[in-house]
């Protein structure tokens, strides 16, 4: 299946002062038609930067300093602030976190919705009207020719979240980044949200890479997953790779963080912090903290390793030395 979106060793950079802080280091990836790759990662990670770069959104001062990024055989990085304008919300679309800050308070759901579709060429303003309506009937919303009408202060956090998702495929991009877009709502709004995004996907074809923190959303809807930690990747492999035998010990220590059902056991927990990166490291990103730290992974930075067919670890030890280690601290 062909490759929709490559991100390419991609690095970005933010002058701190006289330094220059790099919360993303040689970061890649590539999103199958038709595929949901989710980033996984704590705060701070850089997973969010990451999908901001992909849609040309980084925030005052940061840049991409090394790789690129391919949509669809276009070199996103070379495109100017005009070029990006036809691109952003026609091929590439964006479901922000907190829906009420990224709709308009002055202008209608309706007049959100078909803005795009008329500002790219996609048709009139009554064939942008149509499609809005016909959406909205798609992800569920009830009434949408009334719902086009109102503001969305007269909306529900979910319902607001529903015209994003309506919002992010008027023009049917090929890809939907989807930025941690159930974190505002309640459980029962989020599982709602999360099938509704997974039957869409899978309907229209679209691409799906979708940001988080929750592992339990990760194993809901992804084809693929990406474990980020401190600004790098440390794990890439399908869901069944990453539950079923993750190879890094940040990926198993993420996974002994969560609750086991019916057992009455202390959560896991990760001592220590997250180190700020500036430039280059020269070691594992992750040595301060791994309990299986070897003098090796101090002395040189660890690339990405392969573990089977689709599953990699930026890890020297193999899963078998991981799994001795733990079964001794044990």
């Not at 500002?119 to 569920?140: C, D, Y």
């Not at 899978?202 to 992804?222: K, P, R």
């Not at 086991?260 to 700020?276: D, I, M, T, Y």
Request: hydrophobic share 40%; with cysteine.
């Amino acid at each position: 299946m062909t490759d929709v979106l490559t991100v390419n060793d991609i690095s970005i950079d933010i002058p701190l002062g006289d330094a220059t802080l790099r919360p993303v280091r040689n970061v890649t990836f590539s999103v199958k038609k038709g595929e949901t790759l989710c980033i996984v990662g704590e705060s701070g990670c850089g997973k969010s930067l990451t999908s901001l770069s992909i849609m040309g959104l980084l925030p005052s001062g940061a840049k991409i300093s090394s790789g690129n990024i391919i949509l669809a055989g276009q070199n996103l990085n070379a495109l100017s602030e005009r070029e990006w304008s036809d691109v952003r919300g026609a091929r590439i679309s964006m479901v922000f976190q907190e829906p009420m800050s990224s709709l308009n308070p002055v202008l209608t759901i309706g007049e959100q919705l078909t803005e795009g579709f008329v500002r790219h060429g996609r048709g009139t303003l009554a064939e942008a009207e149509e499609r809005a309506i016909s959406l909205l009937t798609t992800v569920r919303v009830v009434t949408p020719e009334a719902r086009m009408k109102q503001y969305p202060h007269h909306l529900s956090g979910g319902l607001r979240q529903r015209v994003m998702i309506a919002m992010a495929l008027m023009c049917k991009p090929d890809v939907i980044i989807a930025d941690e877009p159930t974190t505002a709502l309640d459980v029962t709004v989020q599982v709602q949200v999360l099938k509704l995004l997974k039957t869409l996907q899978a309907e229209l074809g679209v691409s799906v890479v979708f940001v988080t923190h929750d592992l339990g959303v990760v194993a809901h809807i992804a084809d693929r997953v990406m474990v980020m930690y401190g600004g790098e990747v440390v794990e890439t492999g399908t869901v069944e790779h990453i539950f079923g035998n993750p190879a890094h010990p940040y990926t198993q220590g993420l996974l002994n963080c969560l609750p086991k059902p019916f057992q009455r056991v202390e959560l896991g927990s990760l001592p220590g912090s997250v180190p700020a990166v500036y430039g280059e490291v020269a070691s594992c990103i992750f040595s301060n903290r791994c309990p299986n730290v070897v003098s090796t992974c101090t002395e040189r930075k660890v690339d990405l390793m392969p573990v089977e067919t689709g599953h990699q670890s930026r890890c020297i030890l193999s899963v078998e030395q991981i799994h001795e280690h733990s079964e001794r601290r044990a």
